[in-house]
């Protein structure tokens, strides 16, 4: 099972995360079996050209850039339907793209 704890200010919920000493006192005081997980935002986005790789590390920093968005906010991303599945003439598809930032995911949505 889990549980979702939620912390008085951004700044203590960072604080926890970030600080090495604070996570493991922290997590230690829960459960030996406890961790922190990161929230994620998935968002779909329809079209994208095929030739995009969503397995390729430098596809999704390149993707992070054009868009302007902060390196590192896509955890990771994944064609909806299987590559092997495709049209054979098949130019665009839709991705899941999996982000750790809220405002960079409605970003997404929003354009």
Known sequence: GGMVLEMM???AAEHIRTDIN??????????AEASIKQRTYPV???FMPVTFHP???SNIRQLEEENGWEKMVIMYARWIKPAE???SNQQVAHI??????PSTAN???RN
Do not use: M, Y
């Not at 604070?22 to 459960?31: A, C, N, P, V």
């Not at 899941?96 to 930032?101: A, E, K, Q, R, S």
């Open 9 to 11: 200010t951004k700044e």
């Open 22 to 31: 604070t996570k493991t006192l922290f997590l230690q005081s829960l459960d």
């Open 44 to 46: 779909v986005i329809p």
């Open 55 to 57: 397995e390729n590390q």
């Open 85 to 87: 599945k495709r049209r």
């Open 96 to 101: 899941l793209i999996t982000f750790t930032d």
């Open 107 to 109: 970003s997404a949505i």
